[in-house]
Every structure is written in C-alpha cells, then in structure tokens.
Nanobody
C-alpha cells in the first residue's frame, strides 16, 4: 500500500494551471516537512517546493517562484501544489515526499524518507 497518494496531474496548455495533491494514507510516521520534486526526461530529480509541517514556512525553486504555491491541510495530512502560468519546461513527473526527521536541507533529495509514486504533468505549446 502506498503511503503517499498523489493526484492531479495531466495535460495542460502553456499558460494553464494544475493543482497536485498528495495525501498520507496512513499516518504512522512523523511529518517534519513535505516536499515536491520533479524529474523531466533525461534529467535528474530536482526540487520544486517544500512546506514545514508544524509551521508555515515554505521554500521554492527559483524556476517556479511566483508561479507555484505549496500549501497544506494538517487535518487531512495532505499537501498541495498549485501550479499557474505553466510552461513546457515544467513537463515532468512530479513526486511528493516526506521528511520524517528534521534534517533541514529542504531542497535536497536525500533528507526525504518517503516518496509518492509520481504523477505526470505535461505542458503543451
């Protein structure tokens, strides 16, 4: 059973919007932070955004600042990624991830312990 269930990916035209969701199906682990990463074809997985679970601090990659917004609903154990003004270069598989220990480095892959299965986002011209 997947611990993180993602949804909301799809095909959208450039300039459009999508909203991704990621829900923790079983809250058997601590959540320090939840992050979004993406992997485009032929590229490494890269950081997109992160939110601190017990507070409201958020972090963004420079490439998405002003266009993407990360938010959370603690009661639902869910994190969201609102993506506006999408560009073809945003095309990738998007993954959510949980950091279960406070390792900081929210923009790095290694501190995150649990990963979702990924959801495809395709932005056409």
């Amino acid at each position: 059973q997947e611990l993180l269930v993602e949804s909301g990916g799809g095909l959208v035209q450039a300039g459009g919007s999508l909203r991704l969701s990621c829900a923790a199906s079983e809250r058997t682990f601590s959540i320090i932070a939840m992050g979004w990463f993406r992997r485009a074809p032929g590229k490494e997985r890269e950081f997109v955004a992160a939110v601190i679970w017990s507070g409201s601090n958020t972090y963004y990659a420079d490439s998405v600042k002003g266009r993407f917004t990360v938010s959370k609903d603690n009661a639902k154990n869910t994190v969201y990624l609102q993506m506006n003004s999408l560009k073809p270069e945003d095309t990738a598989v998007y993954y959510c991830a949980v950091q279960t220990y406070d390792r900081r480095n929210y923009d790095r892959v290694w501190p995150y312990d649990i990963w979702g299965q990924g959801t495809q986002v395709t932005v056409s011209l």
